[in-house]
């Protein structure tokens, strides 16, 4: 099940960095995260600072 970055994300990219399948990307605002490229691996949701990333 891929995560999701809610509307609650702030744009720092501190997930991005950490993705190691890089299915992170910013789009507008926000980063989101391509289902089909992530792993669940919860790496980024780890390290997000406002806890915008969850399981789908």
């Known amino acids: 099940m891929a995560y999701v970055i809610s ?3 702030i744009n720092c990219a501190a997930c991005e ?3 190691p399948t890089s299915a992170i990307s910013e789009k507008g605002d926000k980063r ?3 289902p089909d490229t992530c792993v669940s691996c919860g790496a980024c949701a780890a390290v997000c ?3 915008a990333i969850s399981e789908e």
Do not use: L, Q
């Open 7 to 9: 509307d609650a994300c």
């Open 17 to 19: 960095s950490e993705c």
């Open 32 to 34: 989101v995260i391509d």
């Open 49 to 51: 600072p406002v806890e």
